[in-house]
């Protein structure tokens, strides 16, 4: 059994920071990428960022300059490093992971619970 368990999320005002982390527990045997995704209200869910074990990151352009994604391997760890908060960025973000869960499996997709992230005055 995988889980992802998801914190840092909560309410900040526009231009602050948040930082977001997930970490990647259970059953695993490798993890390839791991990334952010968020549903804003009306939307369909997007890409926030991803990153690979090597550490190659992938960014949506409505993010690029403000986010920074990272990971600790060790930890089966992935951070998004919010600055510059906008109101817009306000939804729930979603962790993601496509791991092995053993040797010759997968990779499978695996989804955190969801943390809620407001940027209101």
């Known amino acids: 059994q995988v889980q992802l368990v998801e914190s840092g999320g909560g309410l900040v005002q526009p231009g602050g920071s948040l930082r977001l982390s997930c970490a990647a527990s259970?059953?695993?045997?490798?993890?390839?990428?791991m990334g952010w995704y968020r549903r804003p209200p009306g939307k369909q869910r997007e890409l926030v960022a991803s990153?690979?074990?090597?550490?190659?990151?992938n960014y949506a352009d409505s993010v690029k300059g403000r986010f920074t994604i990272s990971r600790d391997n060790s930890k089966n760890t992935v951070y998004l490093q919010m600055n510059s908060l906008k109101p817009e960025d306000t939804t729930v973000y979603y962790c993601n992971a496509r791991l092995q869960p053993h040797y010759g499996l997968g990779p499978y997709d695996y989804w955190g619970q969801g943390t809620q992230v407001t940027v209101s005055s």
């Open positions: 990153i690979t074990a090597g550490g190659t990151t």
């Open positions: 259970g059953s695993i045997f490798s993890i390839n990428t």
